[in-house]
């Protein structure tokens, strides 16, 4: 019960941003802007709408600074923090057409552990991602992907 609380709670917080993003338009904040940070559920949120729909503000703000990423197929990949983010700002604007599940499978006060799940035509895309307390703001320190 205390799941399904907090995945409607997530799905309700990504339901309002999105239309909050929408209201502003295009180009309306700047590049540098900060983005609120202070509870592991908002950088769930942020960290969804960077992956799928190409949110760009706030992206060097939500990777700790020792990040990495495994992307697990054929051949181990490992990316650093700074391939992904410079990555991630070439994606700018553009949405994935995927639906997006997320799972909180692991909380405490200082890290949260989720499921990302992005469900395509002919594929999925299942991201474990560790979110950590960094002072007051919550940071994404591990990503591993995987396909099937």
Request: neutral net charge; hydrophobic residues 40%.
């Amino acid at each position: 019960m205390k799941t399904l609380v907090k995945t409607i709670a997530a799905a309700a917080l990504i339901a309002i941003s999105t239309c909050a993003m929408a209201a502003e338009g295009p180009g309306s904040k700047s590049a540098k802007t900060n983005v609120n940070l202070s509870t592991a559920d908002f950088a769930l949120e942020h960290y969804v709408a960077v992956m799928t729909e190409g949110e760009s503000a706030g992206v060097e703000q939500l990777f700790a600074e020792d990040f990495n990423q495994k992307v697990q197929t054929a051949k181990l990949k490992s990316n650093s923090r700074s391939e992904v983010v410079k990555s991630l700002k070439k994606q700018k604007g553009e949405k994935l057409n995927c639906t997006v599940s997320t799972d909180v499978l692991e909380e405490s006060a200082d890290y949260m552990v989720a499921r990302v799940t992005l469900k395509f035509e002919d594929f999925s895309k299942t991201d474990l991602v560790t979110f950590v307390r960094e002072g007051n703001d919550w940071k994404v320190s591990k990503s591993i992907n995987s396909y099937k």
